[in-house]
């Protein structure tokens, strides 16, 4: 069984965390979801939403996935410093480390994705990406795929990535009944994205 932490900040974007963990959910003998956060107070999201944290940063063991969402709340977090350091310290040791939407904002500022391939949402896109140079920046994929460092586009994007995460870790038969599962209509082209376009990206 893989242990994924998924981290919880104020301003995280519901569906980018609570639409990768329903998938990931579904396989409940294969993985333990639990949500991090820097205390263990209550987590307000985006959408006003709380959530409770399983455990936070100070305490928590190490995680075979780590899962970092965007939201609003990341404008103001990477400039945190306490956050960013765990982040860095955990993605070295985990397996896996997932980014859904502006999360690869986070992961950027800690370092995590230097000279990797990395994507995240679109409408955010030119300002990251001129933000962080030494990132080798993707402007059309829903998600992209470099070794253990997996990214995805902006919210709805997250599902698809988590899919193609458990098609990574498991396989591609086990991914699509998950999505069957979830009646969801699964992505599965990591290339298929209208929304580069839309934002003049290509």
């Known amino acids: 069984m893989r ?3 998924a981290l919880i ?16 959910g579904m ?4 993985f333990d979801l639990q949500l991090v956060a820097e205390t263990s ?26 899962v970092v969402p965007g939201g609003i709340g990341t404008r103001r977090e990477i400039n945190n410093p306490v956050l960013l350091d ?6 070295d040791s985990a397996e896996y480390v997932l980014s859904v939407c502006t999360g690869s904002l986070l992961l950027a500022g800690a370092g995590v994705l230097d000279a990797r391939r990395a994507t995240t949402n679109k409408a955010a896109f030119t300002k990251i990406a001129d ?8 402007e059309q994929a829903r998600w992209v795929e470099d070794g253990k460092i997996v990214t995805s586009s902006g919210v709805s994007a997250g599902i698809d990535m988590a899919l193609g995460a458990i098609a990574l870790m498991h396989d591609i038969e086990t991914a699509k009944k998950v999505a069957t599962w979830c009646e969801y209509d699964w992505h599965m082209d990591k290339n298929w994205d209208p929304f580069a376009k839309t934002y003049n990206l290509i």
Not at 44 to 54: G, K, L, W
Not at 86 to 91: H, R, V, Y
């Open 3 to 5: 242990r994924i932490g």
């Open 9 to 24: 900040f104020p301003g995280f974007e519901l569906l980018d965390l609570f639409g990768p963990l329903e998938m990931f």
């Open 27 to 30: 396989l409940k003998n294969d």
């Open 41 to 66: 107070d209550p987590v307000v999201s985006n959408q006003q939403v709380r959530a409770n944290p399983d455990t936070t940063i100070g305490s928590a063991d190490q995680f075979d996935v780590l």
């Open 86 to 91: 765990w982040i860095s310290t955990t993605s």
């Open 131 to 138: 933000q962080y140079p030494q990132v080798q920046w993707v």
